[in-house]
């Protein structure tokens, strides 16, 4: 572990940008991480809690995954998803939302769970959980997004925080009582996992993993950051939880390489490195 550490902080350190992860490996319970408690913006990775907080009103029967979800003209003003483009005034099922929410990262569908369940909800859960740095402020961020926006402008959390989350929803899919902490049980918590390992962005995190290879994972974009976070399988088993946000990417880094593409490469290295020390 000590050796594996050292290597990714070496992959960081050579990158001129902020990175920070969290490292927990299933098996030996070990756990690291590099600048894992600073707050930086969140993006779309913050949509895990959301989904968390929705599967616990639904656990505690306030609602309905059947129940209908309107899908308005209003929440069509964003960049992020499918739903952006279809006609308004329609509904889908809650469960749907959710799912577009995770897998295509559909702001459209994002917008009314969030007012659904209210932003001081899905905050007391973060909190209730040891979300300790995480704050969600908008149903999805204001557009534009200034680059030079500061932390407390947007949604916001450290790698620690969703690292523990998915730690949490990992150990309650198998316990009841730890589901139940999170006031969830575990075939919601099961339900949460499918739902993430469903998604679509095949990017970052499973990159240069070996085909086939199961994540339950969300990516986040921001006007400066590149973000993922998940767990990582191995023969249908959990192997390693692994939360990586990158802050204050450039657009062109100095050889002429897109910043994006040279945060969503190293968030690839750093799982594959991973995946092969562990």
Not at 94 to 113: E, Q, Y
Not at 199 to 224: I, S
Request: with cysteine; net charge negative; hydrophobic share 40%.
């Amino acid at each position: 572990m000590n050796d594996l550490i050292k290597e990714l902080n070496r992959q960081c350190d050579s990158i001129p940008f902020h990175t920070g992860w969290f490292l927990k490996s299933i098996n030996t319970e070990l756990v690291s991480n590099r600048l894992g408690d600073i707050v930086v913006p969140s993006a779309s990775v913050r949509k895990i809690a959301i989904l968390m907080t929705a599967l616990q009103a639904v656990s505690r029967r306030e609602l309905s995954l059947e129940q209908r979800l309107e899908i308005e003209e209003r929440y069509q003003n964003n960049d992020s998803g499918c739903f952006q483009h279809l006609k308004p005034d329609f509904s889908i099922s809650l469960r749907d939302g959710l799912v577009m929410m995770i897998i295509v990262s559909d702001n459209t569908c994002t917008g009314p769970i969030v007012d659904m369940l209210g932003l001081n909800k899905i905050n007391e859960f973060s909190q209730s959980v040891g979300m300790v740095g995480t704050t969600h402020r908008h149903n999805f961020p204001p557009l534009p997004l200034p680059k030079d926006h500061t932390v407390d402008y947007t949604n916001a959390t450290t790698p620690n925080d969703v690292g523990v989350l998915l730690s949490k929803i990992l150990e309650g899919c198998h316990d009841e009582r730890l589901a139940m902490l999170m006031g969830c049980t575990p075939d919601l918590c099961r339900l949460a996992l499918d739902i993430l390992s469903w998604q679509k962005l095949k990017t970052r995190l499973p990159a240069l993993l070996p085909l086939g290879t199961k994540v339950a994972h969300k990516t986040g974009t921001g006007a400066r950051n590149y973000n993922d976070a998940g767990i990582i399988y191995r023969d249908s088993q959990a192997n390693f939880i692994l939360s990586v946000f990158t802050e204050n990417v450039p657009d062109i880094m100095n050889d002429g390489r897109p910043g994006f593409s040279v945060a969503s490469g190293l968030i690839a290295s750093l799982a594959r490195t991973c995946y092969d020390a562990l």
